[in-house]
C-alpha cells in the first residue's frame, strides 16, 4: 500500500511541484536581491550626489565619479550575461549526455542480472508479479517527478521580457 502511494503519478507530481517551486523561490531572491542592489546603488548615489553638492565641490569631479559609477555598473551588467552560444550549447547538452550515460548502465546492469540469474523463468510467479508492480509504479513515479520538475522548473518568458522593460 506504501508503495502504491509513494510510487503514485500524483506523488510524484507533487515532488516534482515542490522541487520546481523551489527553484523558483530561488530565483525569485536572486532577482530580489538584484532589484535591491539596484535600490542601494541610487539611494547611495543620490546620497552622494547631495552631499557632494552640500560640500561645493565644483561639478566635474561629480560628473567624474558618475562616469565611474556608469562604467562599473556596465561592468556588473556585463558580467552578468551569458558568456556565448557554445557555452549555452555546451549547458544544454550536458544533462542529456548524462541521461543517456545512466540509462545505458541501467541497461547493462539488468543485461548482466538477466544473464546471471537465469531471467524471469527461474523466479516464482508471485515474484514476478511484484517485480512487475514495482518497475510500473516505478517508471510512473520517475515520469510524474520529471514531468513536474520540468514544468515547474522552466523559466517564466514574460517576467523576462517583464524585466528587460523595466527602467534601470
Given amino acids: 500500500m506504501i508503495l502504491d502511494i509513494l510510487g503514485s503519478a500524483a506523488i510524484s507530481s507533487a515532488i516534482g511541484g515542490i522541487f520546481g517551486f523551489l527553484s523558483k523561490k530561488e530565483e525569485r531572491a536572486s532577482m530580489k536581491m538584484q532589484l535591491d542592489h539596484q535600490v542601494l546603488m541610487v539611494k547611495a548615489k543620490t546620497d552622494a550626489t547631495i552631499e557632494v553638492a552640500k ?72 515474484d514476478i508479479v511484484a517485480l512487475y508492480r514495482i518497475v510500473v509504479l516505478s517508471i510512473t513515479s520517475l515520469t510524474a517527478t520529471a514531468v513536474g520538475w520540468y514544468f515547474a522548473a522552466r523559466s517564466s518568458k514574460q517576467f523576462d521580457k517583464l524585466l528587460e522593460k523595466w527602467p534601470t
Fill in 55 to 126: 560640500m561645493g565641490i565644483e561639478q566635474a569631479k561629480v560628473a567624474g565619479a558618475l562616469a565611474v559609477e556608469k562604467v562599473e555598473a556596465s561592468a556588473f551588467e556585463s558580467s552578468q550575461q551569458p558568456r556565448g552560444k557554445f557555452s549555452e550549447m555546451l549547458k544544454s547538452i550536458i544533462r542529456p549526455i548524462i541521461l543517456g550515460v545512466l540509462m545505458y548502465q541501467s541497461y547493462v546492469i539488468l543485461s548482466s542480472l538477466e544473464t546471471l540469474t537465469g531471467g524471469l523463468q527461474t523466479l516464482p510467479e508471485e
